[in-house]
């Protein structure tokens, strides 16, 4: 398979070098990392920190109703507060508000060294494939169109789908970095329900708001990767 591939002019990115995920070990508590403890004693008074397995779980003791809409140039709405808490409580789902992590134990600077390096290699692969394509005026073209378009428009429909196959079997090869680091764990955000956006409304919005100020306190109690 990888001959073939080579033959059509694809270059398969090797497998990532890195160890397989180490998830903290079972006694792994709360209590045992200062920086965690540091951020469950900043929550606010109704939310609580548990661990199940590799997972980081801050979850609001409160329900809250979350409608989902598509919120993005949505005209202005005319209807009031009470209206629009009424309209969330009738036709919205009701949920805890929560922010979920995954855990592993700590990666060594080396390990992320190195995964930096890697993704750096693939980067410069994947941007050699937009003159290996001839997409440069494509991608530096002064255009409204998506690349994608512009492309079409000019003939090179073929070559511009040649370029998104093979960025996408190169981008397979790219390293998750960790986005946080506690004391003795790495951490990367996973999911986060119950908290107002683009495509969804939440009432009560208090509990939206200490949603916000969380996700914001993670940046300051964890260590964020860069």
């Known amino acids: 398979m990888q001959l073939l591939f080579l033959v059509l002019g694809i270059f398969l990115v090797p497998p990532a070098v890195t160890p397989p995920a180490a998830p903290p070990p079972p006694a792994f508590t709360i209590a045992s990392d200062a920086a965690l403890v540091k951020l469950q004693k900043s929550l606010p008074a109704g939310w ?49 508000s929560s922010i979920e992590l995954r855990l592993e134990k700590k990666w060594s600077r080396a390990r992320l060294d190195a995964a930096r390096a890697k993704n750096g290699e693939i980067h410069k692969k994947i941007a050699a494939l937009v003159d290996k ?23 090179l429909g073929d070559a511009y789908r040649r370029y998104e196959n093979e960025k996408k079997l190169m981008e397979a090869g790219l390293i998750q970095l960790p986005e946080y680091e506690s004391t003795l764990c790495s951490l990367w955000l996973v999911s986060t329900q119950g908290a107002s956006d683009g495509y969804s409304l939440v009432h009560p919005d208090a509990i939206s708001m200490q949603s916000f100020a969380i996700r914001n306190s993670l940046k300051k109690v964890l260590t964020e990767v860069k």
């Open 48 to 96: 609580s920190m548990k661990i199940p397995g590799d997972r980081l779980v801050i979850r609001s003791q409160a329900d809250v109703w979350v409608l989902f809409e598509n919120r993005i140039n949505a005209p202005d709405s005319q209807e009031t507060d009470a209206q629009r808490i009424a309209r969330i409580i009738r036709h919205g789902k009701k949920m805890p």
């Open 133 to 155: 394509h001839g997409l440069t005026a494509v991608f530096l073209g002064n255009s409204k169109l998506s690349p994608g378009a512009l492309a079409e428009q000019r003939g």
